[in-house]
């Protein structure tokens, strides 16, 4: 068989394979599909008629490594009278190299082209393909390697700005090279410095899929799944599964800049000895505080969770005092509190932040009332 000889093909692999951080197969299966464009490209050149679509079904190019090369076979169709050369082969003319072939069979043929015949414009055609080819393996890599990790906190660190976004780079593990991640300006929060190479702890939002350009992870420092990882790394007991984490809400980017960024978590456990809401904040706040410190300051509030909705909504509304709850309608989850006079800004919050938050916590509307309304308005 002849062969098209690419001298170095050995040593371009290698070097492709350390730079792309590819395997082997995969570079040499993307060299491939990019020779084989190549050689479209030349016999396209040569055909004065457009070919259709499937013309180049039966045709395949094989790598030869050790011969530093490649040939090109046609599967073609052994037949009596030959009307398209690229497809079918005399009998005749295959009887002289296989004498046990019939008609109608199907016979490999070498159809490598000449040394000096794969041109200019097909190598550069081969290039082009190539590029794209590893471009394409890359992002397959990064997909099937991160998207099990959606959902998991990772450490990125600064790269460069564009636009509003920050694109960081992170590792999934120690033998792979940096891959580049974007964080939107909505899943920024306002108190983080992000200055070139700084490092921060960022929430893998989502792999993006297909071929468009840019990074294809997408992060977050504004999501809850961060502030649960947070807990779960400082507190031993979530970990163990001895407290639970039943539900959290969170507002990383209030819209008024005056407002800090805030987050209502709802913890529980099934040991009687153990408090939750203890175990989350440590021995003076030591583990708060330590996700308090990551978060730049956001603040937090622990609340035990109770199956009774009252008990529950009260708790929410943490730190304001809580006189009475009272669920008007259970069906659509409408509930009415009422708190002392003097409480019933912190019961609120500013602009409404904390009765937000309880509510998205709890999964209850909640009406506020201050005690002296209240009672005002239910007596006759």
Known sequence: MSIVKLPGLKMLIEEISQSHNLPRTSVQE??????????????????????????????????????????????????????????????????EFNEDVELENEVLVDVTPEQKDFGRMAAIQTKQVL????????????????????????????????????????????????????????EQ?????????????????????????????????????????????????????????IAIAREANPTNPNISARTKIAVDTLERDVDPVGSCIGARGSRIQAVVNELKGEK???????????????????????????????????SIVVVPDNHLSLAIGKEGQNVRLAARLTGWKIDIKRKSQYFDEESP
Request: hydrophobic fraction near 40%.
């Open 30 to 95: 993307a060299l491939r599909e990019a020779l084989f464009k190549g050689y479209e490209r030349f016999r396209r050149s040569k055909h004065p008629e457009p070919f259709p679509e499937d013309y180049f079904d039966n045709f395949r190019l094989e790598l030869d490594i050790e011969e530093e090369g490649f040939r090109v076979l046609a599967l073609k169709m052994v037949t009596e009278n030959v009307e398209d050369t690229d497809h079918q082969i005399a009998l005749a003319d295959v009887r």
């Open 131 to 186: 590029q794209q080819k590893l471009r394409d393996q890359q992002r397959s890599m990064i997909q099937g390697e991160f998207k099990e990790l959606e959902g998991e906190v990772l450490t990125a660190k600064v790269l460069r700005f564009e636009g509003k976004s920050v694109i960081m780079t992170l590792k999934s593990n120690a033998n792979r090279p940096e891959v580049e991640a974007e964080l939107p300006f909505h």
């Open 189 to 245: 929060i306002s108190s983080d410095n992000y200055r070139a190479n700084a490092s921060f702890k960022v929430y893998l939002k989502k792999v993006r899929e297909g071929s468009q350009r840019g990074p294809q992870l997408l992060v977050s420092r504004a999501d809850a799944g961060l502030v649960v990882y947070l807990f779960a790394n400082e507190v031993p007991e979530l970990e163990e599964g001895v407290v639970r984490i």
């Open 300 to 334: 937090i509030d622990v609340i035990r969770w109770s199956p009774d909705p009252a008990t529950y909504i009260a708790n929410a509304l943490s730190p304001a005092q809580i006189d009475l709850v009272r669920l008007i309608n259970p069906e659509e989850r409408q």
